[in-house]
């Protein structure tokens, strides 16, 4: 999708055509409506904020859902806190942010969760970034690789469960880690 420098009409159908997309990515990983609303907002308004600086050399598409993900993954570090502190009994108002140590651990997780999705084989790794990273649905995937929707189905099931074992062989096990295998 070409970008004309700050064209309102593109980014409107650009807007149009991955809302429902990003929302649905928000929702099934920090499982709150309104949280995944506020998501998507910001998802977008970063967009708009580098709509003049996004143009055919730059995939506009990559680049939201990037954002998006990277939005998504600082909610679920907030909302790890925020359990944490709950389970403590710990009022988190009252105490300073001391987040690097989370930062990269949280950093550590990603890297491992990088390496285990490109370990998978070919066909199973272009399904599961279809699906983790383009937000495509079942059918969507089905239709753009000329295969049965059982076919991906299946091969997700089978990326998740290699995916998730690999996190757990290599990973130290932490509240993070929870939080993150119950997004596969």
């Not at 995944?36 to 680049?63: C, H, M």
């Not at 890297?111 to 199973?124: D, G, H, N, S």
């Not at 990326?159 to 690999?166: A, I, M």
Request: glycine content about 2%; aromatic content about 12%.
């Amino acid at each position: 999708m070409p970008i004309e420098n700050n064209n309102i009409p593109d980014f409107k159908n650009f807007f149009l055509s991955y809302k429902d997309k990003v929302y649905k990515y928000a929702l099934l990983h920090v499982k709150e409506k309104d949280t995944a609303a506020d998501l998507v907002q910001e998802a977008f308004s970063r967009i708009w904020n580098k709509w003049n600086e996004l143009d055919g050399t730059r995939n506009p598409q990559s680049y939201l859902y990037t954002v998006a993900k990277n939005l998504v993954f600082d909610e679920l570090r907030k909302q790890k806190v925020r359990f944490q502190f709950n389970l403590a009994g710990i009022d988190a108002t009252t105490l300073v942010d001391n987040s690097n140590e989370e930062s990269i651990r949280f950093k550590d997780l990603e890297r491992v969760y990088r390496e285990a999705i490109q370990k998978l084989p070919k066909a199973r790794l272009e399904i599961f970034l279809l699906s983790k990273e383009e937000f495509l649905d079942n059918q969507e995937i089905a239709d753009r690789l000329g295969i049965s929707v059982n076919t991906v189905r299946d091969q997700l099931v089978k990326g998740n469960k290699f995916v998730r074992q690999y996190i757990l062989d290599n990973f130290e096990i932490s509240i993070a880690l929870l939080i993150f295998l119950t997004i596969f």
